[in-house]
């Protein structure tokens, strides 16, 4: 009987024990799913939203470029474009399908707006294969026609949108179109950072960057600091179901120039049909008043981008229009050195204001001869007449006399051989050359000769026209060399504007009154005397200071000239300051100056408001080269 009664009490117990372990089980997997589906879910909910979210860096509005006066040379304008958005326009039984019914689609509202289409079905399976939540841009840049009849059937077209693009404009086409530069699609890299960290974003909606002149330089002011951001969810296939967040792009702020667009324009027109450049600066503060290269191009042809077709014809044209002559041209200065030969030889003791030398037309050193450029010669002259008369011969003296080093270093006190400081792309620092300069790249010794070439501004000698109009504006002020502003201020939204402070030059000349004012004198009576080696640069009611110069280029017996003037204005007043250079004319006398006179006429006509002055008559070419003319 014990036997038989233990295998039922064998059995409970088992059972007991496999209802126990059942239990364990059903409550740990119970407490699994809780915890995965409760305590976790919340968490893999997040993820998944995340996974699923994309987000998107909307462009700020690119800061305006205005001249001095608040005239806009630089804007932005609405460009009206229409746009897909493709989830609405799903259709289900495969890609094929939705191909279709989107390209029936655009074939319809091309027809009602009349306007081409040059999307195709390989356009639109791209995009529907990037699974890009950002709708499809089927036109851009709609005229009002258009627009009027795209908003009168926009009920027709389920998923089409009307949206609106900013694009960047120079109301002013080609007017300062080296010193504004041009702008272009900017890289992601270029990107800046919000709030000072970097951020991350799955899509980018077109952008411009500076990528020359002004526009380059200030394209972290003229960007906004901090772009706009949407985020949106998005299904398995890629498509856009929600909008999750919104930032509002910003704005860059606005640049104002010292640029006067009144004076670039006569500076520009004084140039037309001509290889050459034309700076304006007043020597009071060194504001650039107008910064003119000749021939140019149109900034407005390279927004969004340049074409290649047109950028080829650019950089094969052999007038180079893209080439900004007045920072990135060097060239020999010609005569419009020889107020620093002067001012070196009369700061260092050489010579005195009334030191006379005689001029019979010739220079002989040795066996070699140098010519001044009125072969029968001055006659015995002093300083002032000197200059006036632009002789040579007196030049080479008063070279000799100081030495070469004194020269070389009056010419870097007036900043030639280094960059002025303005900041624009491809400034050239020019050269001036020393006897370290000539043993490292000819592999010989400094000699008199090529202290005599110097001193009328030839040889290896270099500079910019930008150079010189800051010198002319030292000569004028009598002795501050300024550093060139170009910004005078920058607006700030909200904000008060940051002012850009005049500074001089980190090194400048020191000049004795007495001696500036020789050379000054020297230049009024240039142009006012009926002698003067500049009388065609003279104006009726404003007495103007100026220095021709002609450098001769190129092989021997070529006849190439550069032909240049620098000049100021009033003479007792000095408000302006000019260096223009015209490439292969015939002399500074005859090519530079009648454009310098038309220049400052209109300037005081138009600036200074003296409506009685008169216009010069457009500079036309000689028509024969005269057998003499002022250097």
Same mark, same amino acid.
């Given at each position: ?22 239990m364990g089980f059903l409550t740990a997997l119970g407490f699994r799913l809780w915890n995965l ?38 804007? &932005? ?234 950028? &080829? ?67 015995s002259l002093d300083a002032p007449h000197a200059i006036r008369y632009s002789c040579n011969v ?58 005599? &070439? ?60 007495? &001696? ?116």
């Open positions: 009987m014990s036997r038989r009664s233990a295998k039922p009490e064998v059995s409970v117990l088992r059972l007991l024990l496999l209802w126990a372990v059942m589906q409760v305590a976790q879910g919340m968490e893999y909910q997040r993820r998944l939203v995340r996974q699923s979210l994309r987000s998107v860096r909307l462009p700020g509005l690119r800061g305006r470029i205005l001249d001095r006066r608040g005239d806009a040379l630089a804007e &932005n304008r609405p460009a009206f474009c229409v746009a897909l958005h493709l989830e609405e326009l799903r259709r289900t039984g495969g890609l094929s399908r939705t191909v279709d019914h989107i390209m029936d689609t655009l074939y319809r509202m091309a027809e009602t707006m009349d306007r081409p289409l040059d999307l195709g079905p390989g356009d639109v399976r791209t995009h529907l294969g990037r699974r890009t939540p950002l709708p499809l841009v089927a036109w851009r840049d709609l005229d009002e026609t258009a627009v009027a009849r795209f908003m009168e059937h926009a009920h027709e077209f389920p998923g089409a949108a009307l949206t609106v693009e900013p694009v960047r404009v120079y109301p002013q086409g080609d007017l300062a179109c080296h010193l504004l530069g041009y702008v272009g699609r900017a890289d992601i890299e270029q990107l800046p950072e919000s709030d000072g960290e970097p951020e991350r974003f799955h899509y980018y909606l077109p952008e411009v960057a500076g990528r020359s002149g002004v526009e380059k330089r200030l394209d972290g002011v003229l960007r906004a600091n901090a772009g706009g951001k949407i985020e949106v969810q998005v299904d398995v296939a890629g498509f856009k179901f929600d909008e999750v967040s919104r930032r509002e792009p910003g704005q860059g702020r606005d640049v104002v120039l010292s640029v006067d667009a009144r004076i670039q324009r006569a500076a520009e027109a004084v140039l037309e049909g001509e290889k050459g450049a034309a700076v304006v600066v007043d020597p009071r503060t060194g504001d650039v008043l107008a910064l003119a290269s000749a021939p140019g191009f149109d900034p407005n042809d390279f927004v969004p981008s340049v074409p290649a077709r047109l950028w &080829n014809d650019l950089l094969k044209d052999e007038r180079r229009p893209l080439y900004n002559r007045a920072t990135a041209g060097e060239y020999a200065p010609g005569s419009t050195f020889k107020p620093v030969t002067l001012l070196a030889a009369l700061e260092s003791g050489a010579i005195r204001p009334d030191t006379r030398y005689s001029c019979p037309g010739h220079f002989d050193l040795g066996r070699a001869r140098f010519r001044c450029w009125q072969h029968w010669g001055h006659g007196y030049m080479f003296h008063a070279a000799l006399a100081s030495g070469a080093e004194a020269v070389q270093e009056m010419a870097r006190a007036v900043g030639f051989g280094r960059k002025t400081g303005i900041g624009l792309d491809f400034e050239r620092p020019g050269l001036v050359p020393d006897n370290d300069w000539k043993r490292r790249e000819r592999n010989d010794s400094w000699r008199d000769g090529d202290t005599c &070439n110097l001193s009328i501004g030839q040889g290896a000698l270099l500079v910019t026209p930008l150079q010189l109009a800051m010198y002319a504006a030292a000569l004028a002020n009598g002795g501050t060399l300024w550093q060139p502003r170009l910004v005078r201020r920058i607006e700030r939204t909200g904000g008060a504007a940051q002012e850009i402070a005049a500074a001089p030059a980190p090194v400048g000349p020191r000049w004795a009154p007495r &001696n500036i004012r020789t050379v000054r004198e020297g230049m009024r009576d240039a142009v006012n005397a009926p002698d003067g080696s500049g009388k065609r640069a003279a104006l009726p009611g404003v007495t103007v200071a100026a220095k021709t110069g002609t450098a001769e280029y190129g092989p021997k017996g070529a006849g190439l000239k550069m032909t240049w003037m620098i000049a100021f204005a009033p003479f007792d007043d000095p408000r302006y300051a000019v260096a223009l250079l015209v490439e292969d004319g015939v002399s500074g006398g005859t090519t530079a100056a009648p454009r310098v006179r038309r220049l400052l006429a209109q300037v005081f006509r138009e600036i200074e408001g003296l409506d009685g002055m008169p216009l010069p008559p457009p500079v036309e070419a000689p028509a024969a080269l005269p057998e003499e003319e002022p250097a």
